[in-house]
């Protein structure tokens, strides 16, 4: 039983250019989201998702993309990567509203 | 609009006890608290639903007011090993979304 796994764990990109960042799930979770954090400011919610097909933006969407194709998977895409865009990503996973979120191990992104 | 977190910092001595508010100031379906390790992910503690119930976990309980919109976390004969950083997480009536609050950094001093 992995939980949530994230990859990479590390990625240096390129102002302008584009990645997907990898998140899976192993428990059977409908609920999925994606955070950001940067000093200072918390967890900030980019992305969620409640179920397969099912997304919504969170609290800073501009400039990354989802899907939910399956319920394992939730891949985090940035379009077109800027240096604002360098933080640590945290994906998470949920049965449902009344249970607590399982955290993957986050991927450090920097944009030069 | 994240929720508020208060203090933004303590310094406590091993054995000494705390208190840690969270305060929306929008309608909460649910609190959950969790604890951060420097370099780590969140760690679920516990979850709290509309009703005002109070939780435990080992020497650490909540309680949350449903109609203030608030929960505290109680953090009571404090180890070292309850240092780091303590989000309050919510989930507004009628949304799905969930939204961390700004954080409190607890160090606890041998």
């Known amino acids: 039983n992995a939980g949530v796994t994230q990859t990479p764990k590390f990625q240096v990109l390129k102002t302008g250019q584009s990645m997907t960042l990898q998140c899976a799930q192993d428990?059977?979770?409908?609920?999925m989201s994606w955070y950001r954090q940067d000093p200072g400011m918390g967890l900030r919610l980019i992305h969620y998702?409640?179920?397969?097909?099912?997304?919504d933006q969170g609290e800073v969407p501009n400039g990354y993309n989802v899907s939910r194709s399956t319920t394992e998977d939730f891949p985090l895409r940035l379009l077109s990567a800027a240096p604002s865009q360098t933080s640590v990503y945290f994906c998470?996973?949920?049965?449902?509203?009344?249970?607590?979120?399982?955290f993957g191990s986050g991927t450090r992104l920097t944009v030069v | 609009q994240q929720p508020v977190q208060s203090p933004q910092a303590v310094i406590l001595r091993e054995g000494e006890d705390a208190v840690i508010n969270c305060s929306s100031s929008k309608a909460l379906y649910s609190v959950h608290w969790y604890r951060q390790k420097h370099g780590e992910a969140p760690v679920f503690l516990m979850i709290l639903l509309k009703g005002g119930e109070q939780k435990g976990h080992e020497k650490i309980s909540a309680s949350f007011n449903e109609k203030k919109q608030q929960s505290s976390l109680y953090l009571t004969a404090s180890q070292l090993s309850y240092s780091g950083t303590y989000f309050c997480g919510t989930q507004r009536s009628g949304t799905y979304k969930y939204i961390f609050g700004t954080g409190t950094r607890l160090k606890v001093l041998a």
């Open positions: 998702s409640v179920g397969a097909g099912i997304t």
């Open positions: 998470a996973s949920s049965p449902g509203a009344n249970y607590g979120y399982t």
């Open positions: 428990m059977n979770h409908e609920y």
